[in-house]
């Protein structure tokens, strides 16, 4: 059980194009689902929390007008990243938890973007 | 401002022995700790978790032990395998409030055979 799926796990796109991903929940309701940005060798960073049917929360230096968040169901959480530039490039980690697992987070496979 | 620190970049045990990676946190709010494993390109993976009114949680080869007084979190891996090479990735959460996870830089545990 709490298998959170990603997709797509790699893309690829031109500078200033947009990019949506995908965080599902495939066998629990995700309350709460957060975003995290990974650069090589270095630790997770969260980005934002979401929670269904809410706007999402944003870390501090995260532009919200960059990284849409959309947490429209129990089960489904997106992240895009609009006008995409090579600094964007990174591996991008959702994961959820749901009522009935504590405070345990679940994460994704990833994506990793690479913005040419 | 780093919360959640793990001091060790990389440790290197041989197969069959024990591994202990570390864990230092800052701040006192913090009432839930995790252990995540993860390959390159891949999700964490969740492993063990304890709670601050346990000072010791076992699941396995896994046991995590919390030392309150000193900021203290190890994670114990006995025996060691190979196929426990990866990073690891220690997070603190001061729970019931956001639920947000505050990651440690990770240590690269490599498993010699």
């Known amino acids: 059980g709490a298998v959170v799926s990603q997709h797509p796990s790699w893309v690829i796109c031109k500078s200033g194009t947009s990019v949506k991903i995908e965080c599902r929940s495939l066998?629990?309701?995700?309350?709460?689902m957060f975003w995290y940005r990974q650069f090589p060798k270095q630790s997770l960073m969260l980005m934002a929390t979401?929670?269904?049917?809410?706007?999402?929360?944003?870390e501090q230096g995260v532009e919200k007008d960059k990284f849409l968040i959309n947490h429209a169901s129990l089960t489904l959480s997106t992240l895009t990243v609009t006008s995409a530039h090579p600094e964007d490039s990174s591996f991008y980690i959702c994961?959820?938890?749901?009522?009935?697992?504590?405070?345990?987070?679940?994460f994704g496979p990833g994506t990793r973007l690479l913005v040419l | 401002d780093q919360q959640v620190k793990q001091n060790s970049p990389s440790l290197s045990v041989q197969e069959g022995r024990i591994s202990i990676l570390n864990c230092d946190y800052t701040n006192s709010m913090f009432d839930y700790f995790l252990w995540y494993k993860k390959y390159p390109a891949e999700g964490p993976t969740f492993l063990i978790s304890?709670?601050?009114?346990?000072d010791k949680n076992e699941d396995g080869r896994f046991t995590v032990f919390l030392n309150k007084s000193a900021k203290h979190l190890s994670l114990h891996i006995v025996p060691s395998q190979p196929g426990d090479s990866a990073v690891y990735f220690c997070a603190a959460s001061d729970a019931g409030n956001t639920g947000k996870l505050i990651f440690g830089q990770g240590t690269t545990l490599q498993v010699k055979p």
């Open positions: 304890i709670s601050s009114i346990k």
């Open positions: 979401s929670n269904e049917g809410s706007k999402a929360t944003y």
């Open positions: 066998d629990f309701q995700a309350t709460t």
């Open positions: 994961s959820a938890s749901g009522q009935d697992l504590s405070e345990t987070q679940y």
